[in-house]
Nanobody
C-alpha cells in the first residue's frame, strides 16, 4: 500500500509560480515512475508530467512543456512539480500518482494505481 500526499497548491496571479510536492509513504518509493495529473471543473483528468524512477527521463504534456518541471528526491520519498509562467487555464486540482509497474505508458489515468487526494491550484488573470 502506498499513501501519497500533495501540498503546495494555492492562489497565484498569472505569470507567477508554484511548487507542488508529493510525499509518498508505505513502501519503496524509488522504484516506480511517478506522475502528475490535473482536473479542472467539468473536465476529465489529464496528464501533466511524469518522471522515471531514476529521474533520468521526464515526460510533459504539450500544454506545460517549457513552463513546468518535474523532479524527484528518492531519499525524501518526494516528487515535485515546479510550475512557472502560470496561466488561468492551469487552474485545476493537481494529483500525483504512482504508475503501475506493468503499465506500458505514462500518459493515461489507468496507467496509475495509487493517487493522492489532490491540491487546488488557482491562477487569476
Amino acid at each position: 500500500q502506498v499513501q501519497l500526499v500533495e501540498s503546495g497548491g494555492g492562489l497565484v496571479q498569472a505569470g507567477g509560480s508554484l511548487r507542488l510536492a508529493c510525499a509518498a509513504s508505505g513502501r519503496t518509493f524509488s522504484s516506480n515512475t511517478m506522475g502528475w495529473f490535473r482536473q479542472a471543473p467539468g473536465k476529465e483528468r489529464e496528464f501533466v508530467a511524469a518522471i522515471t524512477w531514476s529521474g533520468g527521463t521526464t515526460y510533459y504534456a504539450d500544454s506545460v512543456k517549457g513552463r513546468f518541471t518535474i523532479s524527484r528526491d528518492n531519499a525524501k520519498n518526494t516528487v515535485y512539480l515546479q510550475m512557472n509562467s502560470l496561466k488561468p487555464e492551469d487552474t485545476a486540482v493537481y494529483y500525483c500518482a504512482e504508475r503501475r509497474y506493468y503499465s506500458g505508458t505514462v500518459y493515461y489515468v489507468n496507467d496509475y494505481g495509487y493517487w493522492g487526494q489532490g491540491t487546488q491550484v488557482t491562477v487569476t488573470s
